[in-house]
């Protein structure tokens, strides 16, 4: 099935203070479509969780956001140090987040079961030391 | 009630009010990012500590009312810019987080 829409981002892992721009900028897009206001939380929530995880774990990436008839597709793809037990980093409150990050307010370990809570399906596809894949759907 | 209506309360501060007429459903308190993130609801006050950049997203992405910066935090010139461009608006207050709740507990 081919998409209706697409939107690509490059997310600058360097660039802390503008990291949440390509979620931002999809919550707009989202509004101009006229997506019902939960619907647009939702892929906006899980977006910059990912977005965010990118920036801080794997030195950016991109993403891409794909829209279907009956489904909203988030792609976040970087080429980062990938994770090693994916069971473990999906549990609340693990997080590997350094001090300088944490004192910025992240590293709860709550990105990715927020993620997982906002979404109707998600999957991560990761080798350490190549990159990790998460593809999110939430339904329309 | 509206962000104005809070906001002429003589205990809390405009920094900035892009969005005055926004609807305040409730209030949520906290400091991690993404905690904040998954569980406050749409139209929410957010009372929190945390003043960096990352707040600006936070508060646009969970689509809370008005973040209100509790015992006089104080925020960046150019933090504030951008949240005026975001359509964030921004309380501040002499209270800690307690009280704040408290006070707009008794007002909605
Ligand atoms: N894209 C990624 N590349 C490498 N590791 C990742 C990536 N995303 C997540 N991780 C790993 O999974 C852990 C848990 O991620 P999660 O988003 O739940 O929490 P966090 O980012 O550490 O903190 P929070 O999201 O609450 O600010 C991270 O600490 C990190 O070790
Ligand atoms: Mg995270």
């Known amino acids: ?140 | 009630m509206t962000v104005y209506e809070l906001s002429q309360n003589s205990q809390f501060n405009v920094l900035c009010l892009p969005e005055p007429e926004r609807e305040i459903s409730g209030v949520y308190i906290g400091d991690l990012l993404s905690w904040v993130m998954g569980r406050a609801q749409g139209d929410n006050v957010w009372i929190t500590i945390m003043s960096n950049i990352n707040v600006i997203a936070v508060a646009s992405l969970s689509d809370v009312s008005c973040v209100l910066l509790a015992e006089d935090v104080t925020l960046e010139e150019n933090i504030l810019k951008t949240a005026i461009e975001k359509g964030i608006n921004i309380l501040s207050t002499p209270l800690a987080a307690y009280e704040t709740a408290i006070k707009i507990s008794g007002m909605i």
């Open chain 1, 1 to 140: 099935m081919s998409e209706l829409l697409n939107f690509h981002f490059d997310v600058d892992g360097n660039d802390f203070t503008s990291a949440g721009q390509a979620s931002i900028q999809i919550k707009k897009n989202l509004r101009r479509l006229g997506l019902d206001p939960e619907t647009i939380r939702r892929v906006s929530i899980a977006m910059y969780e990912g977005e965010i995880n990118m920036v801080i774990h794997a030195h950016g990436g991109e993403a891409d956001v794909n829209i279907y008839e009956n489904y909203i597709e988030i792609i976040l793809k970087d080429n980062g140090p990938g994770i090693k037990n994916i069971e473990q980093a999906m549990q609340e409150g693990f997080s590997t987040a350094p001090d300088q990050i944490r004192s910025l307010g992240f590293g709860a370990g709550m990105g990715l079961p927020n993620m997982k809570r906002y979404t109707d399906y998600m999957k991560i596809e990761s080798e350490v030391g190549k990159g990790t894949t998460v593809t999110m759907r939430v339904d329309i």
